[in-house]
């Protein structure tokens, strides 16, 4: 097997200089990235580094100009990595013809299947996916060699080649003679283990904002923060002081956690919302909601942010537990289905309604991968269920919980004499899991931090070979579930 190390830069003004310093430092191959604003397909820094480009004025003709200022200084295969649109508006014979005049050697367009413009000569991309049919098209009609992708997720996060790539490496060679490009990825999650400023909307997202940073910048694709964190999990400690009739400073506290409560669509919630379009990752954010239509209730939810902001799912918990009940109102049945991501499939249930097998099931049921369970339960007994909701989903799990002390309250908060001297009220217990049931991170207590963990896909084939609860370890013909949307 030949090794070759190949560099990617964006086209920018000083790319001609890097590439340069990048073949001297033994790069093999320079693979050019003509500026494309994807968030939902690439990674943080490739997303920002698009932009900026953008910004500076590079489109097509000065992105091919760049290309032959690259190649006046190197004489290695040049390799254009573009997509179908770029070619649409351009035109794509006169991008083979001026691409080729640049002294690019070819060109990869990402998504533009092998039957399309086989006028433009290019490297076609294959996948573990990729029927062996498929896999042979693209050997015949690819220019040079094969550009083999293990499956989505950022670029270079990971420091051994996965299992799936592996197995298509063999398949690929198997049917064809030509040279192999194997490129794999995986997911990096982030399981943030983080307190409030409680009680204090605001603050709070400031907070999540600046975690948001930090995990973004460790190259975290998927950032989860815990149950109601937005502005924070009401504890058993003092919510309790809601069923009393007349209890001092309940109906004051209540107010105050209402006052500070997400409103969706709103402001806070479009804080929330920027923050994952900054940086360019799933962003899944606990928060108390409260409907601008009818606010006189509120909801314990979860909103799924998209890399561009978009509010693509929000999930009420279905049944408050114990104390919540007079706190939170209950849920419908919307974000009881896995949404399909690039990173994979995310859905989850919140705290205790994972104890709720039905609900479980449908997250099953629409193929869950990456299996959401933030928390407030910081008992010894609650990793046990996230050790079966792992073996039973044979999903990734990622668990955030709530973690808080007494000194993060505020002085004037309503109910300070219940939770006077508690110190420490949630201890946390965050962990992340993979699809058997072991550890990859955590449990995480006393104190604040962010888990990280890289995720093979690989390993959800891997598990599910035995056992698939909603597919070959099922009987539809015998069990139905039926799930009422909102």
């Not at 200022?69 to 083979?96: K, N, S």
């Not at 502005?231 to 209540?254: D, L, Q």
């Amino acid at each position: 097997m030949i090794t070759k190390l190949v560099i990617y830069l964006v086209c920018e003004p000083e790319t001609p200089e890097l590439a340069e310093a990048a073949v001297e430092g033994g790069a093999d191959i320079v693979e050019l990235g003509i500026p494309f604003s994807d968030p939902l397909a690439e990674g943080p820094t490739i997303r920002l580094a698009s932009e900026r480009a953008l910004a500076r004025g590079m489109r097509t003709k000065q992105c091919l100009e760049c290309i032959a200022a690259v190649r006046e200084r190197v004489d290695v295969p040049l390799v254009p990595m573009t997509y179908a649109a770029i070619l649409e508006a351009y035109g794509h014979e006169r991008f083979v013809e001026d691409s080729r005049a640049a002294g690019a050697t070819s060109a990869i367009v990402v998504d533009l299947p092998v039957e399309e413009h086989r006028e433009v000569a290019r490297i076609q991309l294959v996948a573990p996916t990729s029927t062996d049919e498929r896999i042979s098209a693209c050997a015949e009609h690819t220019d040079g060699w094969l550009y083999l992708v293990s499956l989505t997720g950022t670029t270079g996060a990971r420091d051994e080649v996965s299992p799936a790539l592996a197995g298509l490496v063999e398949r690929a060679r198997a049917l064809t003679g030509v040279p192999l490009y194997a490129m794999d990825a995986t997911v990096r999650v982030a399981c943030i283990q983080a307190e409030p400023a409680v009680l204090d909307r605001e603050a709070t997202i400031g907070k999540l904002e600046r975690l948001a940073a930090e995990a973004a910048g460790d190259g975290a694709d998927l950032l989860v923060f815990p149950e109601a964190f937005v502005p924070a999990y009401p504890s058993s400690v003092w919510a309790r002081a809601f069923a009393g009739w007349a209890a001092p400073g309940a109906k004051e506290a209540f107010a105050l956690l209402a006052r500070e409560s997400v409103a969706v669509p709103g402001p806070a919630e479009a804080r929330i919302a920027a923050t994952a379009r900054e940086h360019g990752v799933w962003l899944v954010t606990g928060v108390t909601e409260v409907d601008p239509e009818r606010p006189s209730t509120l909801y314990n939810t979860l909103l799924y942010h998209s890399p561009d902001g978009t509010l693509v799912e929000r999930h009420r918990k279905l049944v408050p537990t114990n104390h919540e009940r007079l706190v939170w109102g209950q849920g419908d049945g919307g974000g009881l289905r896995a949404i399909p991501t690039p990173l994979g499939r995310l859905g989850g249930l919140i705290c205790w309604e994972n104890y709720m097998p039905l609900a479980r099931f449908a997250l099953y049921e629409s193929g869950v991968e990456i299996y959401l369970a933030p928390t407030a339960d910081d008992g010894d007994a609650w990793q046990a269920t996230l050790v079966h909701i792992a073996r039973e989903s044979r999903a990734f799990v990622v668990a955030p919980a709530h973690f808080q002390r007494e000194s993060a309250y505020p002085s004037e908060f309503p109910l300070a004499a219940l939770i006077e001297g508690a110190g420490t009220i949630g201890r946390g217990g965050s962990a992340i899991l993979g699809p058997d049931g072991a550890y990859l991170a955590g449990p995480l207590y006393d104190e604040e931090g962010i888990l990280y963990a890289d995720l093979d896909p690989s390993r959800l084939w891997e598990e599910r070979q035995r056992f698939d609860a909603a597919g070959h370890y099922h009987r539809p013909d015998v069990l139905r579930l039926t799930v009422t949307p909102r």
